[in-house]
């Protein structure tokens, strides 16, 4: 849960325009109250959707994406690990 609020904080404090973004969060299983977390950071106001899906089709990074993806309906798409950082004006 605290490196989802952290991870989702700064990638706000980094974005132009965050009206324009579609949030898909992906929950495998490994975040405990992923839906809390995601309250925590005020992101559902801020962001201009965000929708959490629950993966329960196997295992794997692979197919955990390929499900993220079929629930996403933006014309661009982008993938953040836990391991990734944006970069200030990710979105421009």
Not at 3 to 30: H, P, S, T, W, Y
Not at 72 to 81: E, K, R, S, T, V
């Amino acid at each position: 849960g605290v490196d989802v609020r952290a991870k989702l904080e700064f990638a706000l404090q980094a974005a132009v325009n965050l009206k324009r973004i579609q949030l898909v969060l992906v929950d495998a299983g490994g975040c405990r109250d992923l839906a809390r977390a995601v309250d925590q950071t005020g992101v559902a106001n801020a962001w201009g959707s965000v929708r959490i899906v629950t993966f329960t089709e196997g295992t794997g990074r692979g197919p955990c994406l390929n499900f993220g993806a079929r629930h996403a309906d933006g014309q661009i798409l982008a993938f953040l690990h836990s391991d990734t950082r944006l970069p200030e004006a990710w979105d421009a």
